[in-house]
């Protein structure tokens, strides 16, 4: 929607096809980004009412309001008001700076460049009524800082969407004894719109006699695609897995997954075996299509994945593995299941007698993650069981890492190794974290009021 003041278009004509002609040139921004639903120009009470029923019943996820030129706050209030989302006030104008010396009237100042006149009027109302909001402020003259604030937050809003029209699963139950995984359901619900799906291992497997040979023979080539093979893998071989991988895909799509948390107790037999050897790899792939795939049952973890998933495009479950004192590093990965785009090259896939800590045995998944700026975060929930996200800065370096076949990279942190460690602990994130590439604290922060949760930021 585009805000104005409705006064000033019988005072200056022409005014009123400026600024639309501006708001035109800004919707153009957010094609491909999403579905938009555009009010137009609201100029008044009246108009304002009808935008917020228009937006009430398309059921948007995110309001995006161009400040054209000044606009009392009349013009939003009533948008807004039966509305539970994230407000961005685009503060931009359509020149990046007035020719001052061509400035002979007050409608070359009005319908050019006055858009951020009212930005602190918007903002003092929206506090008095308890909304989300946030300003970005640019203009329409090639500003890519603006254009990358507007893919973020499309980006930002898709994570809203997913959120509360797709289910996390839940396979088994989570890791026993691990306590700072659980979860009340009933509140996670009311707090992101998700519901926990509670599933079997067996409502993969029924899916297994619905794979074709055209889905094991596109899988194949999607596993050939992301991984290589240190001991190559028997025809055989390779058919097994690409099942599991087609039957897990089937099944995302059958229950509508944004997020799959597992973990596996008990006898691993028959169809079962089959199943646990090619898990890794079969969550792998649905990492790389953005689907969350947490071991141990870790739902928090998967929450943390789809946040730094749809804002730096990569996030792969991680704990801190061990400390390297004499270089001031600490050690970060995590086994099983990883995501593909976390890696400077193709991810290992081999073979593995035992699945430590777990049930089973098949193959395991390496990644490399690739140098350079990275994020680590954390959802968690505090001692009244309000959620939060953990954050800290820091660099992938080179240097040796552990060759156990699971993914683990060296991270440094300016804070240093031992303030990192006792600082990131201090702050009460579960023990697993998701790494993610850049230094993502700032569009985590824009995260933290489209959903309502404190972000602490420990280290950048």
């Known amino acids: 929607m585009a805000v104005g003041l409705g006064t000033y278009w019988s005072q200056f004509p022409h005014m009123k096809d400026g600024v639309l002609e501006a708001h035109s040139r800004l919707a153009k921004l957010f094609d491909g980004k999403g579905e938009l639903v555009g009010a137009g120009l609201v100029d008044s009470v009246a108009t304002a009412r009808k935008a917020g029923e228009r937006f009430v019943?398309?059921?948007?996820?995110?309001?995006?309001?161009?400040?054209?030129?000044?606009?009392?706050?009349?013009?939003?209030?009533?948008?807004?008001?039966?509305?539970?989302?994230?407000?961005?006030?685009?503060?931009?104008?359509?020149?990046?700076?007035?020719?001052?010396?061509?400035?002979?009237?007050?409608?070359?100042?009005?319908?050019?460049?006055c858009t951020c006149a009212g930005l602190p009027e918007m903002t003092a109302v929206l506090?008095?009524?308890?909304?989300?909001?946030?300003?970005?402020?640019?203009?329409?003259?090639?500003?890519?800082?603006?254009?990358?604030q507007i893919r973020l937050w499309c980006a930002i809003a898709g994570l809203r969407r997913r959120l509360t029209t797709q289910s996390i699963a839940l396979l088994g139950r989570p890791f026993p004894g691990m306590l700072d995984l659980n979860l009340d359901e009933t509140h996670f619900f009311k707090r992101f719109g998700t519901f926990?799906?509670?599933?079997?291992?067996?409502?993969?497997?029924?899916?297994?006699?619905?794979?074709?040979?055209?889905?094991?023979?596109?899988?194949?080539?999607?596993?050939?695609?992301?991984?290589?093979?240190?001991?190559?893998?028997?025809?055989?071989?390779?058919?097994?897995?690409?099942?599991?991988?087609?039957?897990?895909?089937?099944?995302?799509?059958?229950?509508?997954?944004?997020?799959?948390?597992?973990?596996?107790?008990?006898?691993?037999?028959?169809?079962?075996?089959?199943?646990?050897?090619?898990?890794n790899p079969a969550l792998s792939l649905l990492m790389a299509d953005g689907v969350a795939c947490p071991v141990?049952?870790?739902?928090?973890?998967?929450?943390?994945?789809?946040?730094?998933?749809?804002?730096?495009?990569?996030?792969?479950?991680?704990?801190?593995?061990?400390m390297d004192f004499n270089d001031d590093i600490c050690i970060i990965g995590h086994s099983g299941a990883g995501d593909p785009a976390i890696s400077s090259r193709k991810p290992s896939l081999s073979a593995s007698t035992v699945f430590h800590g777990k049930s089973g045995k098949g193959y395991l998944t390496q990644f490399f993650p690739r140098n350079g700026a990275a994020t680590l975060l954390a959802v968690t929930q505090d001692g009244r069981g309000e959620y939060r996200m953990i954050a800290a800065e820091g660099e992938v370096e080179n240097g040796p890492a552990l060759g156990l076949g699971d993914t683990n990279c060296r991270v440094r942190f300016s804070c240093g190794l031992r303030n990192f460690v006792d600082w990131w602990s201090s702050h009460g994130p579960t023990h697993h974290g998701v790494l993610g590439f850049g230094r993502q604290a700032d569009s985590l922060s824009l995260v933290s009021k489209a959903l309502g949760i404190p972000l602490e930021v420990i280290c950048r």
């Not at 506090?127 to 990358?148: M, Q, S, Y």
């Open 196 to 279: 926990i799906h509670h599933l079997n291992w067996d409502d993969v497997i029924e899916e297994f006699s619905n794979v074709t040979d055209a889905n094991r023979q596109a899988m194949i080539a999607r596993l050939n695609e992301h991984f290589s093979y240190p001991s190559p893998l028997s025809k055989s071989e390779l058919n097994g897995v690409a099942t599991v991988c087609s039957a897990f895909s089937r099944f995302v799509d059958r229950y509508n997954l944004c997020g799959v948390a597992s973990h596996y107790e008990g006898a691993a037999d028959g169809k079962r075996a089959q199943l646990l050897a090619a898990v």
């Open 57 to 113: 019943s398309s059921q948007i996820d995110i309001i995006f309001c161009h400040l054209t030129t000044y606009a009392n706050s009349e013009t939003l209030v009533p948008v807004v008001s039966d509305l539970d989302v994230p407000i961005v006030l685009l503060n931009v104008q359509p020149v990046a700076a007035l020719e001052m010396e061509k400035v002979s009237t007050i409608a070359d100042w009005l319908g050019v460049a």
């Open 296 to 322: 141990e049952g870790d739902i928090k973890a998967g929450l943390a994945m789809l946040i730094l998933k749809s804002i730096a495009g990569v996030a792969t479950l991680a704990e801190l593995y061990s």
């Open 127 to 148: 506090l008095r009524l308890g909304k989300r909001f946030a300003t970005v402020t640019g203009h329409l003259e090639n500003d890519e800082i603006l254009e990358e």
